[in-house]
């Protein structure tokens, strides 16, 4: 998730809350490649009923890929940059 999907990533969440997680209480996972703002990270905790983690990946490491896949058929385009 990045900060500028705020809205997207509450609505996102609200919607794992009412099927299953309201239950359960399961942890989520954000990773950006920028640090989270406090205003993101208020609002999104405060719709999910279990803990929030957010953590930072390095933009370079969003584009790694395993030895496995075939470039070919999976360009590099999709990559942040």
């Given at each position: 998730?990045?900060?500028?999907d705020?809205?997207?990533?509450?609505?996102?969440?609200?919607?794992?809350?009412?099927?299953?997680?309201?239950?359960?209480?399961?942890?989520?996972?954000?990773?950006?490649?920028?640090?989270?703002?406090?205003?993101?990270?208020?609002?999104?905790?405060?719709?999910?009923?279990g803990?929030?983690?957010?953590?930072?990946?390095?933009?370079?490491h969003?584009?790694?890929?395993?030895?496995?896949?075939?470039?070919?058929?999976?360009?590099?385009?999709?990559?942040v940059?």
């Amino acid at each position: 998730a990045r900060n500028s999907d705020l809205d997207s990533t509450m609505r996102s969440v609200r919607e794992v809350e009412d099927r299953f997680n309201t239950r359960h209480h399961y942890p989520y996972t954000l990773l950006n490649d920028e640090p989270f703002m406090d205003q993101f990270k208020r609002r999104v905790s405060a719709v999910a009923s279990g803990p929030v983690a957010y953590g930072l990946v390095p933009r370079g490491h969003w584009c790694v890929q395993p030895d496995w896949i075939d470039e070919e058929r999976a360009p590099r385009p999709r990559c942040v940059r």
